[in-house]
């Protein structure tokens, strides 16, 4: 059995050594470097574009601008992430990141907008003429992000419009739950207010894009090959097999590199353009004004409850900024509307739209920010109720969905919550203020979850070779959070190979269609179909073997009946048949399971945090994590995401945020330098992690559902 066991990463020579190959890492004969110009105010129009001088310089080989760029063609509705049945007219939704494309008019919707890009014959000779192409404007009065204060927000706070990025209903009732508040024996009422904040991944965005004929080729920084090749073929009126996307490593994604942005549909362009390779690779700078973020927030929390604690009314709303083309909504009451048992609830969401860039989801979109709010008004309703916090939680736990009545496909959150409190010693701790030294140490707790977010239909092959070797394909992509060493695994368990004879092949449109890196979705979507391809060879070895193909198992590279010792080798068996290669075929479709069941991971978040109160310090100084996520593949790597996102959890409620100025109408600082991320002397090295032992056979075939979200919640 290799699913279950803690195996190293087999990705990791490649990329400590450097071998691993990501997208601007990426060349073809002839060659150009692109270069953005960006546009310096907020809105308003081009005047002119002067590129004399641009073009003076040596080794620039052009400079195109709107004038020189095709018409794009919309993407086909309904087309995204599922079928939606809205008006014909709705603006383009994911996989496209946005539906406004820049660079098909005058007009300017925000700072950093791509007004011209330069094609060079190095990096050098495009960066010195985009210095030098002088940018025109006559600006006009723009819409800026108000003061982020309710009253505020609240007045300029809008409906969002319906398009494919509304994922979920923008509100929901359950009861009255104004009458619920006004009799509620205890309430509370808060306003959360969260900014700003951006990706930094380590690997800027960057694509090489190559046309043979009406054939494109590129290789793309990005957690959704298929999502690139549908909306380049949708731009440019293509067939989709003519776009082949290929990314063989992805530096970072969490969402930034997750929908498909204007620059790689502008790179591709500007490639056909001029008949030559193009390489694009986005500057810091770029980043914040060419990719998404997720947006600033405010969130404003009522609850209700007896004089036991048992929630009578949750009513929690929510403004977030978006650009003045698209409506992106951060939908942060779904932990309100799942997390706790009440008779009444009122969910909203509106938008404050913004002459700024698109925001669009990150690490922990919906429940991060979502937790954060609820979280923090359980705290303070545990306060004024003298209750313990986890009292508090236990009070209220859902035995079934609290928004549907829908029974849970698997649930153990009081085995969390009681295996997190034994191990950080939450019964026995201290109630009264302590001091360690200078320090003020405080402890507190709080539930985390995250939606099961399930893709449709990936596929994958496995490939059996006489040798007792396998190859996986499957056309997903590698971000780092461990897909590369899970997918063998689970082939190796089924073929009974050690895992350093199975190999994958993934990241390119050639490969059978999978899903994207986001959602906590890939273990168990591609990891399913990779099960199913698997089983599917070896069911297919057992018919050549003549063996009953429900009665085998696979072991040292032999297949026998299930519990004889005997048994015949693989490549013997394919040898009598006249084959050296056997293919499976699976895939796995959400809808033929878990029918009837809502579907969540959970967990809980104990942290020791202290405060020198004299130099206005706090530092993390330990955590417990404990997770119900259904079956683990792989613990070793499944302990990594989890540490990792609680770090990033540290870093959103501690460090992190983007600050907008309001006179230029931009992010304050485009640049590494003025972001705060936690480092190593900012983490303790006491982080626990446990997971209860779980298996949710609704959710997915593998057993297990999405963590690598779910410990970035709560922590805030």
């Known amino acids: 059995m290799t699913v279950g066991q803690p195996l190293p990463r087999l ?35 081009l005047t002119a574009i ?36 809205m008006e014909e007219d709705k603006p383009d939704g994911p996989p496209a990141a946005q539906s406004f494309m820049p660079m098909q008019d005058d007009e300017i919707r925000h700072e950093g907008q791509p007004v011209a890009i330069v094609l060079g014959e190095t990096l050098e000779a495009a960066e010195a003429g985009a210095r030098r192409v002088e940018v025109r404007c006559e600006q006009t009065e723009a819409r800026l992000p108000v003061a982020p204060e309710w009253a505020a927000l609240d007045d300029v ?20 739950a104004g009458a619920a508040l006004t009799n509620a024996e205890t309430s509370i009422e808060a306003v959360y207010l969260q900014p700003s904040r951006h990706h930094n991944a380590m690997e800027p965005s ?70 030559r390779p193009v390489k694009l690779v986005l500057s810091r700078a770029n980043l ?91 705290d303070e309703l545990a306060h004024r109720l003298g209750m313990d916090p986890l009292d508090l939680r236990l009070a209220n736990y859902a035995e079934e969905d609290p928004a549907t009545g829908e029974p849970w496909s ?21 109630r009264q203020t302590r001091r360690d030294g200078d320090w003020l140490i405080g402890q507190g707790m709080a539930s985390c979850t995250m939606g099961c977010f399930r893709t449709p239909t990936p596929a994958a092959e496995v490939a059996l070779r006489a040798d007792g070797a396998a190859v996986v394909r499957t056309g997903t992509q590698d971000i780092g959070t461990g897909t590369l060493t899970i997918f063998p695994q689970i082939a190796a368990d089924v073929l009974g190979l050690p895992p350093g004879r199975v190999t994958l092949e993934m990241g390119d449109t050639r490969l059978p269609e999978a899903g994207p890196t986001y959602g906590s979705s890939s273990t168990m979507g591609v990891g399913a179909a990779v099960l199913r391809a698997a089983e599917d060879a070896r069911t297919k070895l057992a018919r050549l073997a003549n063996l009953p193909p429900g009665e085998v198992e696979m072991a040292e590279g032999r297949i026998r009946r299930r519990g004889a010792s ?37 967990g809980a978040v104990f942290v020791e945090v202290g405060i020198d109160p004299e130099l206005g310090l706090l530092r993390l100084r330990r955590v417990v994590g404990s997770y119900s996520v259904g079956r683990i593949v792989n613990p070793r790597t499944a302990k990594a995401q989890m540490t990792g996102g609680i770090i990033w959890g540290w870093g959103m409620a501690a460090m992190e945020q983007s600050q907008h100025e309001p006179v230029l109408g931009r992010f304050l600082s485009k640049n590494l330098a003025g972001v705060a991320i936690p480092v190593n002397a900012d983490i303790p090295g006491d982080i626990t992690i446990h997971f209860v032992d779980e298996v949710d056979e609704h959710a997915s075939p593998i057993g297990g559902k999405g963590i690598g979200e779910l410990p970035v919640t709560g922590v805030a």
């Open 11 to 45: 990705d990791g020579p490649a990329k400590v050594t450097g071998r691993a190959r990501y997208a601007a890492d990426h060349g073809a004969p002839g060659l150009l470097h692109a270069v953005l110009v960006t546009a310096a105010i907020p809105a308003g129009r």
């Open 50 to 85: 002067e590129a004399r001088a641009a073009l003076a310089e040596r080794g620039v080989v052009r400079v195109l601008t709107h004038e020189d760029m095709p018409r794009f063609a919309k993407l086909p509705q309904g087309e995204a992430l599922g079928d939606f049945d």
């Open 157 to 176: 706070a809008v409906e969002p419009r319906k398009s494919d990025f509304l994922f979920f209903g923008p509100g929901f009732t359950k009861a009255d």
């Open 206 to 275: 960057a694509i090489v894009a190559e046309w043979d004929g009406d054939a494109l080729t590129v290789h793309d920084a990005t957690q959704h090959v298929y999502g690139v090749r549908h909306v380049l073929a949708a731009r440019f009126g293509l067939p989709v097999e003519k776009v082949r996307v290929i990314a063989q490593h992805t530096g970072g994604g969490f969402g930034g590199k997750g929908w498909v942005w204007p620059h790689e549909v502008l790179a591709a362009a500007a490639a056909r353009i001029v008949g």
């Open 288 to 378: 914040y004004s060419c990719l998404g973020y997720q947006p600033r927030m405010a969130q404003k929390v009522m609850l209700g409850a007896d004089g036991e604690g048992h929630l009578t009314a949750v009513q929690h709303d929510v403004v977030n900024v978006t650009s003045v083309s698209d409506d992106f909504v951060e939908f942060a009451t779904e932990a309100s509307r799942s997390l706790y048992a009440t008779p009444s609830m009122r969910l909203s969401h509106r938008v404050e739209r913004a002459n700024v860039a698109m925001p669009t989801p990150m690490r922990a979109p919906v429940d991060g920010p979502g937790t954060w709010a609820l979280e923090s008004a359980m």
């Open 410 to 430: 698997s649930k153990k959150l009081r085995e969390a919550y009681e295996e997190g409190a034994r191990l950080f010693g939450w019964r026995e701790r201290s």
């Open 566 to 602: 005997e048994g015949i080798a693989i490549a013997e068996a394919m040898r009598e048949a006249g084959t050296d290669e056997i293919v499976g075929a699976g895939a796995f479709d959400p809808t033929q399971s878990g029918e009837g069941f809502s579907m969540r991971s959970f």
